[in-house]
């Protein structure tokens, strides 16, 4: 360790500082001596997180030192202790001392260090355990994060498991909670933990890890948090966050602006009335069963439920009245009022400053009732966002809202509302202009001191001109690189001599879209290594990709560089970006290219230091869209405060749209040079860069080196000799070997994980305990899906390891699915189903080539059921396919397949395409299977059942059971598809069992008979439809109620479904019900169903062990 003085202040630091980090510690202690705020840009790699933690700590330990030195001073009446240095030299902390004169070790203030992520944090604490400070440290997390109770975190959803933990908390029977009260270990307190350890610990100690991160805030010295839970004031009221003196450091704060808006804005939907209402509704029937039954509830007075209840409810109606009275244009834009508008608003439904109490009392009691309650969870989602609404009214009521915020309202198409599908539905939103208003809010808490620091804060001056609040200590830190290690150039034209251009007018334009490609084929022959591309948005990304491929250039780019592309969503992120790492540093590859978007995850973040990233293209200037009602409106508000301000303080609402283009590209330029040895090459493709007024938005320590090259064979040539140079004088990095491709060809054994960074790796061990993020590795699922393999339609090559069947490729397949079904090749698939998640007309389809592989077919199959289904069901299916080669269970193999596939009607085909893997004795069955379930087979042949192997036969220990015809011959039944029928039917009744109270089961049952007998449709879909549309997760319920439908009504039925779920059964069903409707009037084969699943003890536990259904 080294020992520095800065400003009075010794700082013990890991190494000798460079100049920079001199230069940044000094400024963090001046803030802090100062008690004043600052905002500081230091890029990437030059350490400035473990520049912040040192300076502040060691600032921290002074200021401690200081109050003993003046207890001792006080003692000692003036005689001084050491003879070396005065008791005065150690500062005076009776000044930052509560009560004048007087100093306590209570004064010393605590540090609240926040980042954007947990994963970001996680890095932080890594980087103080590198340290020699060992302060007391808090990590605030969630539940979904920090809960291990096996019962709570078995629920998907996050609401559920709130209120399950409440409940146990209340009833105290989680006992993980219950040795928090307990005395701690010194493990637990006095350790440097961050959230995997803190769950780690948990577990370890039988203590919940939640409540003991809430325990251990009041002593911390240090308390971790994402700043979302600072800046929002919810958060900050249910972490009970107590801000007053406290030092508060926001790292990653180029995002603070974004956050501090939307943390003081909202949105009101009919669905937060619809459910807000539902609950009130729940609320009133209760007490209505305990008038009857003349018993008073001990929670919930009546006198309150007569009165406090029906008032909400009727404010709730005015409210949902008041908003659909707003008259709205037909061009479907919506419209746009000032903030002073929700005042009328909000007073039309009797919410008002002065009802504000009684309303909020009201809510809150009647949460508490749901809360409390046992058996159905009620969603109280819509009561929480209408509570916190009404608990912001102090400020939204007042003339400076009508200042800073707007209101817009507009229509939204087809919302289901109470079991119907209304054609349109008003949502309110409220939006907040200006992220001071979240900065004042923390100066009024008594924040000592606000640090904003990031990489890429430039320029400055916009930036606290937008926070409102002064930042007297300001810093534009350089580069810890010299010259050699950086090259930038601006290339406005193409080898083609066509004008690279993102403009709207030009960026579809042909010779744009060549140019681009021409560019980026010449580029990767000269990058060694790692490419980044940046586009400025999605579309214009996918455009460019298909222009690319019609056209070869993308086939040109991939036979030097595999490309990959960034996904919309993050459930496949991590996937990628391992198959992108694991290209890197594979010694077959010459490197990869990978196609992100500015402002998207792979910009914010993470790591491409070395190899990983050597070089990043900016293909554009990301501007926000320009007509989106809220860019408009935050053009306006900025131009009128610059109208009424003193002009300089404020920015323009043009000036503030070319910044956040300009931070953008900023944040993506920051992903290529991560470290003192690091180098790598940065292209501006597009002409606008030429602009001085855009590249003086460049960072400071890029300006120096960009030069504008008019000829794209200097730039060839220059980058060439650069890397050149680079690599000569430049240490070589750390070798990984990793070489997905060649593993099984090679070396069966050898490890796919290597050639990734470690901070990467810690990130995804904290998102593996976190449901909603969990996504496990392709190469390293373990038993759950490594080994889904079937031996089924090939021989057995005893000379080489070969695959045997179709499933059993799957355990070399998996091993090397990340590199290739992630390129552009099967980026046709991920696209596909993105415009299935946005509702587009698109569907899941799996490319069916006689010719295609079936390695390659199964490939892409098991990649898109893992795209398609949640982690859950996703480990369902691998187990489902794992049971079904242990047992050749067929019947339990459909019954969870069936499940899983036929809840989302887009699936079918998922179902459908299984056939590939079903064995060939049972491949008539599932065919049968699939046409009774879909309407639609997979194409049985009686060759695909004559099939069977000869090898399968001799090497299968099961080959005796394989010809049992007990087993698969519905154990003797009468017929194939009776027995499969019975066994779906039973499935779904199960299902149905689970999903609804006894009480409305009995309805379920008692309409179905009915309907058999009468044949009344009408009475019979009243009852239905209203029981599985009481929640979405229902949906899929009624959708799967086609197969009792009799043929004559399956379309009114489906029409039915479209309407109420938005929908249908497939539309390959019509071609089914020609036939059938010759039988319309035959009996309905239920057998009968709802009896038998009550009463055949049997067949409801055969259904209740079926995979996946516990």
Known sequence: MTKITLNGITVDFPFQPYRCQEEYMTKVLECLQKKVNGILESPTGTGKTLCLLCATLAWREHFKDTISARKIAQRMSGVELFPDRPMSSWG??????????????????????????????????????????????????????????????????????????????????????????????????????????????????????????????????????????????????????????????????????????ESSSFDLTPYDLASAMDAINVVLEEQAKVVQQNEIHAEFNMEFASSGVLIARGILLQLENAIDAVQLPDNGNGVTKEGSYIFDLFAEAQITFQTKTSLLESLEQIEQFLSGRTGIFTNIAGLHKLSDIIQNLKFWFTPRAAQIYGLHCINRPQFLVFYFLFDTGKVLS??????????????????????????????????????????????????VIDKHQIWVGII?????????????????????????????????????????????????????????????????????????????????????????????VCPKSSGATFLAVCRGKASEGLDFADMNGR????????????????????????????????????????????????????????????????????????????????????????????????????????????????????????????????????????STSSGQPLSWTKAKNLDDHVPSLKRKRMGLLGDGATSLCVEYDQELIASRRQPIGLLDALDLLMLSLQAKRLSTLSLQYEKRLTDEQKGGRKKIKIVNNPAEPKKTRATLFIATVKQALSQLHYDLFSKALQQYKRTDDFQAMLSQMSSLFMEDQKKHILLR?????????????????????????????????????????????????????????????????????????????????????????????????????????????????ALTTEKPEYFHLLQRFYMFVRPHHKERFRRMCKDLTGTSCSEEEKKKLQPEVQEAKSPLNLENSCSKAETSETQDKAVSHTPGLE
């Open 430 to 479: 409220y939006w907040c202009f200006s992220p001071g208003y979240s900065m004042h809010e923390l100066v009024r808490q008594g924040v000592r001191t606000i640090i904003l620091t990031s990489g890429t804060l430039s320029p400055l001056s916009s930036f606290t001109m937008e926070m409102q609040i002064p930042f007297p200590v300001c810093l534009e830190n350089p580069h």
């Open 492 to 584: 406005p034209k193409g080898p083609d001599g066509g004008l690279l251009s993102s403009t709207y007018e030009k960026r579809f334009s042909v010779e744009c879209l060549s140019s681009l490609g021409k560019t980026i084929g010449n580029l990767v022959r000269i990058i060694p290594h790692g490419l980044l591309v940046f586009f400025p948005s999605y579309p214009v990304m996918d455009k460019s990709l298909e222009y690319w491929r019609e056209h070869d250039f993308a086939k040109r780019i991939e036979e030097v560089k595999p490309m990959f592309v960034e996904p919309r969503s993050k459930g496949t992120f991590t996937e990628i970006m391992d198959a992108y790492y694991d290209k890197i």
């Open 615 to 750: 070089g990043v293209v900016i293909t554009g200037l990301p501007f926000p869209p320009r007509m989106e009602p809220r860019v408009v409106l935050k053009m306006q508000f900025l131009d009128e405060m610059k109208r009424q301000g003193s002009g300089a303080q404020h920015l323009s609402g043009r000036e503030w749209y070319r910044q956040q283009a300009s931070r953008a590209v900023n944040q993506a330029i920051g992903r290529v040079i991560r470290h003192r040895q690091d180098y790598g090459a940065i292209f501006l493709c597009d002409h606008r860069f030429v602009n001085n007024d855009v590249r003086s938005q460049l960072p400071s320590w890029v300006r120096p080196y960009v030069k504008i090259y008019n000829n794209f064979g200097h730039v060839v040539r220059e980058v060439s000799q650069f890397f050149r140079i680079a690599q000569k004088i430049m240490p070589p990095p750390p070798t990984r070997s990793s070489c997905p491709n060649t593993i099984w060809e090679e070396d069966p054994t050898s």
């Open 92 to 261: 005076d902390a009776a000044k930052d001392a509560e009560i004048p004169g007087k100093s306590y070790y209570t004064d010393v203030p605590k540090i609240i260090y926040a980042s954007r992520t947990h994963s970001q944090l996680t890095q932080v604490i890594s980087e103080l355990k590198s340290t020699v400070y060992r302060p007391k440290v808090c990590v605030l997390g969630s539940r979904e994060q920090l809960c291990i109770n096996p019962e709570v975190k078995r629920q998907e959803s996050n609401h559920i498991q709130i209120h399950m933990c409440r409940m146990k908390v209340m009833a105290r029977t989680c006992h993980f909670y219950n040795n928090v009260e307990g005395k701690f270990e010194k493990e637990l307190t006095n350790s440097i933990l961050d959230i995997e350890d803190l769950v780690k610990n948990g577990n370890k100690h039988r203590v919940c890890p939640y409540y003991l991160s809430r325990s251990l805030k009041q002593q911390a010295d240090i308390i971790f948090m994402p700043y979302n839970y600072l800046l929002d004031s919810k958060s900050r009221r249910s972490h009970n966050l107590d801000l007053k003196g406290t030092v508060v450091i926001l790292d990653e704060a180029h995002n603070v602006e974004k956050l501090c808006e």
């Open 913 to 1025: 395409e299984f056939y590939q893997f079903v064995r060939p004795q049972h491949k008539k069955q599932f065919d049968e299977a699939c046409c009774s379930l879909t309407g639609v087979g997979c194409g049985y042949k009686p060759e695909h059942r004559e099939k069977q192997c000869l090898p399968k036969t001799t090497f299968s220990e099961g080959s005796s059971s394989q010809l049992n015809s007990q087993l698969h011959l519905n154990k003797g039944g009468s017929h194939l598809t009776s027995g499969l029928n019975r066994t779906v039917r039973a499935t779904y009744l199960n299902d149905l069992k689970k999903a609804l109270d006894k009480n409305s089961y009995s309805r379920f049952c008692e309409a179905l008979s009915a309907y058999k007998k009468t044949d009344d449709y009408d009475a019979m879909v009243l009852v239905v439809a």
